[in-house]
C-alpha cells in the first residue's frame, strides 16, 4: 500500500508517490488522526527499504491523548445537561469524569448511599471529604437515583449500586461503561486529564487527590500527565 496516496487525509489530496514524499507530506498525514499514526512502522520501513526520502516520523503515544481544552470540556458539560436525547444514565456518568476526574472502574463501584445529603446541599463521596456537586448536576444526580436501571428485576430490587448491572447483586462493569460512553463519542480519558489539570488550578494538589479518592499526590499528577 502507498501511504501517500491512499490514505485518507491531507497527503492523499497531494496525488504524492512514496518516492515523492516530503516532511511537509508525512507532517500532514499525521495531523490526519489517530489512524494515519497507526502506520508508523509502515514509513519506518519504507524508508528503509529506500522507497521513500528519510523523513522524521512524529510520536504521539496513543495512550494518553492530549487532554480537552476547557472551553471544551465546559461544552461538554453543557451537552450533557440538555441531551434528553441521551440516556440520563450516561450522562451522569460522563458528569463524574468531567467534573471529578474519576476512572470508570471507580464509577462503577459507587453506591447510591455515596450519594449524599447534607445542610440542603448534596454531596459525593469519592474520598476525604466528599464532594460537593454544583447546580444543575446535583438536580441530574437526584433525578437519576429515582431511576436507576436494572432495579426493577426479580433479580436485582434492592441494588444499592449506583450504577446496577443486570446480574444479581453486581453493578455495571467497567468495560460495559465504556462501551455506552464510546457509543456517544464521549473522550473518557481526555476528559479526565483535563479534569485533573483544571481541578489542581483550584485547590492544592493534596486536597484535590484526598477528595477525589486518589492514594496519593503522586498518582494524581501522574494520572494528569504531569510532575
Not at 492523499?12 to 511537509?24: F, I, N
Not at 436501571?149 to 450504577?163: E, I, K, S
Amino acid at each position: 500500500m502507498n501511504p501517500c496516496v491512499h490514505t485518507p487525509g491531507a497527503t492523499s489530496e497531494r496525488g504524492r508517490t512514496l518516492a515523492d514524499c516530503t516532511q511537509a507530506d508525512v507532517d500532514a498525514w499525521y495531523a490526519g488522526g489517530y489512524t494515519a499514526r497507526r502506520l508508523t512502522h509502515l514509513l519506518r520501513w519504507a524508508m528503509r527499504s529506500k522507497h521513500m526520502p528519510k523523513a522524521a516520523v512524529p510520536h504521539r503515544s496513543t495512550s494518553n491523548p492530549a487532554p480537552l481544552a476547557q472551553h471544551q470540556r465546559l461544552a461538554l458539560l453543557r451537552q450533557l445537561v440538555n441531551r434528553d436525547d441521551m440516556p440520563l444514565q450516561d450522562r451522569v456518568a460522563a458528569v463524574l469524569v468531567l467534573l471529578y476526574a474519576q476512572p470508570l472502574t471507580r464509577i462503577a463501584r459507587l453506591t447510591a448511599d455515596d450519594v449524599q445529603r447534607e445542610n440542603g446541599e448534596i454531596l459525593v463521596r469519592l474520598g476525604d471529604p466528599p464532594s460537593p456537586v454544583p447546580a444543575p448536576f446535583a438536580g441530574m444526580l437526584l433525578d437519576y437515583l429515582g431511576q436507576r436501571p436494572n432495579t426493577m428485576t426479580a433479580t436485582n430490587p434492592d441494588a444499592r449500586w449506583l450504577f446496577p448491572g443486570r446480574r444479581a447483586g453486581q453493578p455495571l462493569t467497567p468495560e460495559a461503561l465504556q462501551l455506552r460512553l464510546r457509543y456517544l463519542d464521549f473522550p473518557t480519558q481526555r476528559g479526565r486529564t483535563a479534569a485533573i489539570r483544571h481541578l489542581v488550578l483550584q485547590a492544592p494538589a493534596p486536597v484535590v487527590a484526598r477528595m477525589l479518592g486518589y492514594d496519593t499526590t503522586a498518582r494524581l499528577a501522574e494520572e494528569g500527565g504531569g510532575t
